[in-house]
């Protein structure tokens, strides 16, 4: 919902304010708190187009990777995991979460607590809670925002973070902290922006609460083999990895030097450069493993829970076997991209290779209004791809599925720029 008036807009959220004043009063939120809360928040339309733009949705894996992860970062980040080693170590004994996954989070959300966001939370999760696409959902976070401010969390001058809300060192949204945040310096207050004790240990707090399996990865990239059933390449189709193997998929393996001691790392290690291409190209190709010792055969990581197989580029793309705790990732923030990115960034924390595929991944995304007119011409041809809100979410996945299926194309499921020109040309 958009608005081409925006003095109109502005009356009308006005008129909304007051009634989450009365409603944060009806669950006892004090009249001060409530009367700051309408005279502080405005609404911020520039926050309306950045959700109709996350880019965790609609760039392609690869250009969303190479974006967030690079050289200097990963290695900045080992040098952070030193410097922390003994606070890291508490945390990881205390809630079984490891320290390269904490400082992968670290710096996915806030460049390692260099970029924390400066839009004010109150008026960013109003802005989202009034316009509707996921109403109630931000309208409970606005909610609690209100309460952190109550019961003094939070003065409501300093209350700034991203455009969706989340505050933070780990961009918490009001809810999780309300819920999971922890005093992790034991100075008897709980502050996730400026105590890093605090923001670690409530991630930690947060993600094993949720159900992190300490001694399980989150992923391994695989090789599919030609015959591979691309529409089972999905979260949602779940077997056991000795049953992937079965079906021909293989873990892709790259021998490293593992001399490397963690302890000799600084800011300016290089992690591969101009390798990189060729690295992943070795994953795609047959008979080409020895290139650079590669083995597309390693063993499959020892896990109690199912494995779903992904291509976040498509077929063409790199594939990796998730685990539950993808599932767990997930819960932090709903992107495929974000989580595969969170956990290939923890890997390399931890010394374990870059990407190995993807060298022939289509290139280039669909912009928000391609991809609403892809869902609507979907629909138009009778596969469902739901309201149109020009996001690739599951049930659009699944009408391009049925799609390439008809027309005999590798059902993978990716809304990718060739796929959307067939389309239209249908």
């Given at each position: 919902?958009?608005?081409?008036?925006?003095?109109?807009?502005?009356?009308?959220?006005?008129?909304?304010?007051e009634?989450?004043?009365?409603?944060?009063?009806s669950?006892?939120?004090?009249?001060d708190?409530?009367?700051?809360?309408?005279?502080h928040?405005?609404?911020?339309?520039?926050?309306?187009?950045?959700?109709?733009?996350q880019?965790?949705?609609?760039?392609?894996?690869?250009?969303y990777?190479?974006?967030?992860?690079d050289?200097?970062?990963?290695?900045y980040?080992?040098?952070?995991?030193?410097?922390?080693?003994?606070?890291?170590?508490?945390?990881?004994?205390?809630?079984?979460?490891?320290?390269?996954?904490?400082?992968?989070f670290?710096?996915?959300?806030?460049?390692?607590g260099?970029?924390?966001?400066?839009?004010?939370?109150l008026?960013a999760?109003?802005t989202?809670?009034?316009?509707?696409?996921?109403?109630?959902?931000?309208?409970?976070?606005?909610?609690?925002?209100i309460?952190?401010?109550?019961?003094?969390y939070?003065?409501?001058?300093?209350?700034?973070g991203s455009?969706a809300?989340?505050?933070?060192?780990?961009?918490?949204?009001?809810t999780?902290?309300?819920?999971?945040?922890?005093?992790?310096?034991?100075?008897?207050?709980?502050?996730?922006?400026?105590s890093?004790?605090?923001?670690?240990?409530s991630?930690?707090?947060y993600?094993?609460s949720?159900?992190?399996?300490?001694?399980?990865?989150?992923?391994?990239?695989?090789?599919?083999p030609?015959?591979?059933?691309?529409?089972?390449?999905?979260?949602a189709?779940?077997?056991a990895?000795?049953?992937?193997?079965?079906?021909?998929?293989q873990?892709?393996?790259?021998?490293?030097?593992?001399?490397?001691?963690?302890?000799?790392?600084?800011?300016?290690?290089?992690?591969?450069?101009?390798?990189?291409?060729?690295?992943?190209?070795?994953?795609?190709?047959?008979?080409?493993?020895?290139?650079?010792?590669?083995?597309?055969?390693?063993?499959?990581?020892?896990?109690?829970?199912?494995?779903?197989?992904?291509?976040?580029?498509?077929?063409?793309?790199?594939?990796?076997?998730?685990?539950?705790?993808f599932d767990?990732?997930?819960?932090?923030?709903?992107?495929?991209?974000?989580?595969?990115?969170?956990?290939?960034?923890?890997?390399?924390?931890?010394?374990?290779?870059?990407?190995?595929?993807?060298?022939?991944?289509?290139?280039?995304?669909?912009?928000?209004?391609q991809?609403?007119?892809?869902q609507?011409?979907?629909?138009?041809?009778?596969?469902?791809a739901?309201?149109?809100?020009?996001?690739?979410?599951l049930?659009?996945?699944?009408?391009?599925?049925?799609?390439?299926?008809q027309?005999?194309?590798?059902?993978?499921?990716?809304?990718?720029p060739?796929?959307?020109?067939?389309l239209l040309?249908?």
């Amino acid at each position: 919902m958009l608005f081409p008036n925006t003095l109109l807009a502005k009356e009308d959220f006005s008129v909304w304010l007051e009634n989450v004043k009365y409603e944060a009063k009806s669950i006892g939120i004090s009249d001060d708190t409530t009367a700051d809360f309408t005279s502080h928040t405005i609404f911020l339309p520039n926050v309306i187009k950045q959700d109709r733009a996350q880019p965790e949705f609609i760039t392609p894996f690869l250009d969303y990777f190479s974006k967030r992860v690079d050289d200097k970062k990963v290695a900045y980040g080992r040098a952070l995991m030193l410097k922390h080693h003994e606070l890291l170590t508490q945390i990881e004994s205390k809630y079984g979460v490891h320290k390269q996954v904490l400082i992968a989070f670290w710096g996915m959300e806030t460049q390692y607590g260099n970029v924390k966001g400066n839009i004010d939370v109150l008026s960013a999760l109003a802005t989202l809670a009034y316009e509707g696409r996921r109403s109630d959902f931000f309208r409970a976070q606005l909610l609690d925002a209100i309460l952190m401010i109550e019961l003094g969390y939070i003065d409501i001058e300093r209350f700034k973070g991203s455009w969706a809300g989340a505050f933070g060192n780990m961009q918490f949204m009001p809810t999780t902290f309300m819920l999971y945040a922890v005093d992790g310096d034991a100075d008897g207050v709980i502050d996730v922006v400026n105590s890093l004790p605090d923001a670690f240990a409530s991630a930690a707090h947060y993600l094993a609460s949720i159900g992190w399996k300490q001694n399980e990865p989150v992923m391994v990239e695989v090789k599919l083999p030609n015959d591979f059933d691309w529409q089972s390449a999905q979260l949602a189709v779940r077997k056991a990895p000795e049953e992937w193997s079965k079906l021909g998929v293989q873990v892709c393996v790259i021998e490293t030097d593992t001399t490397d001691n963690l302890t000799s790392m600084n800011v300016d290690t290089p992690l591969g450069g101009d390798n990189q291409k060729t690295k992943r190209q070795v994953c795609d190709q047959e008979q080409t493993e020895t290139t650079l010792n590669i083995k597309s055969s390693g063993a499959f990581p020892n896990v109690s829970g199912m494995a779903s197989i992904l291509l976040p580029q498509g077929w063409q793309g790199p594939a990796f076997m998730v685990f539950d705790n993808f599932d767990i990732i997930m819960q932090w923030n709903r992107s495929v991209n974000y989580a595969l990115s969170v956990a290939q960034l923890a890997k390399l924390l931890n010394l374990e290779p870059s990407i190995l595929g993807g060298g022939f991944a289509e290139s280039g995304a669909l912009t928000y209004q391609q991809m609403l007119e892809l869902q609507n011409r979907l629909n138009d041809l009778g596969f469902d791809a739901g309201v149109a809100d020009g996001l690739p979410g599951l049930q659009t996945q699944a009408a391009v599925r049925s799609y390439q299926l008809q027309q005999q194309l590798p059902a993978d499921g990716y809304a990718s720029p060739s796929f959307y020109q067939r389309l239209l040309l249908h």
